[in-house]
């Protein structure tokens, strides 16, 4: 049973680039979330999608950055015209519903220079 | 607003040293709590979920607690193999119930 799918798993931007980061969830799993962790600070929620839904996007920066779920294919964080307090790693979590636990795939390490 | 504190930041145990990890936390009601295990370079791994006082979960060397304002998790007899990082979570009830607020972690570190 494979778990959650991210990649690329190293992405690197030069500023003003656009970076595509890409999450398959679950087998089962129609609820994906996406988290940013920055160095030395924990996991911060960014957004919570079901299919061709977005449920939560409070914490996700107004400008710059979107979100989709598609009916077909995985989950897609863009950020578009990167700047270098985007370098961050961003991990992907997908559970069977809102109640339960979230289980998170290896991240993608975005390096904007 | 939902807040998670752990403590120590980091701690270093020789091997066969029992401790514990505590995580305190604020939040105006509370759906679950969770402990992951995060390895260098990693996602963080599920361990525990716990949903109210008094509730108790073990696995392996690990066992997790839960009272009212704080949970912690013990680890007996760790092996140098229990090095990680340990994450503490909330879900809250209520409003946006959907996140996990997260903790900074406790870097643990066991010497052989």
């Known amino acids: 049973n494979a778990g959650v799918m991210q990649n690329p798993r190293h992405l690197v931007r030069r500023r003003g680039q656009e970076a595509r980061l890409r999450c398959s969830p679950m087998?089962?799993?129609?609820?994906v979330y996406w988290y940013r962790q920055l160095p030395e600070e924990g996991l911060k929620f960014m957004v919570y999608?079901?299919?061709?839904?977005?449920?939560?996007e409070s914490g996700m920066p107004k400008e710059r950055f979107s979100a989709e779920f598609p009916k077909e294919g995985p989950s897609i964080l863009r950020i578009q015209q990167v700047v270098r307090g985007d370098s961050a790693a961003y991990f992907c979590?997908?559970?069977?519903?809102?109640?339960?636990?979230?289980?998170f795939g290896p991240g993608t390490r975005l390096t904007v220079t | 607003e939902d807040q998670v504190t752990q403590s120590p930041e980091a701690l270093r145990l020789q091997e066969g040293e029992s401790s514990s990890l505590n995580c305190s936390y604020t939040?105006?009601?509370?759906?679950?709590l969770f402990w992951y295990r995060q390895d260098p370079g990693k996602g963080p791994e599920f361990l525990f979920t716990?949903?109210?006082a008094g509730e108790e979960k073990e696995k392996e060397r690990l066992k997790a607690t839960l009272t009212k304002k704080e949970s912690f998790l013990h680890i007996t007899a760790p092996k140098p193999e229990d090095s990680a990082t340990y994450l503490c979570a909330v879900h809250a009830s209520g409003g946006s119930n959907y996140k996990l607020t997260f903790g900074k972690g406790t870097l643990l570190t066991v010497n052989p």
């Open positions: 979590a997908s559970s069977p519903g809102p109640d339960y636990e979230q289980y």
């Open positions: 087998k089962g799993h129609s609820h």
């Open positions: 939040v105006s009601g509370l759906r679950g």
């Open positions: 716990l949903y109210s």
């Open positions: 999608l079901q299919k061709e839904n977005i449920i939560d």
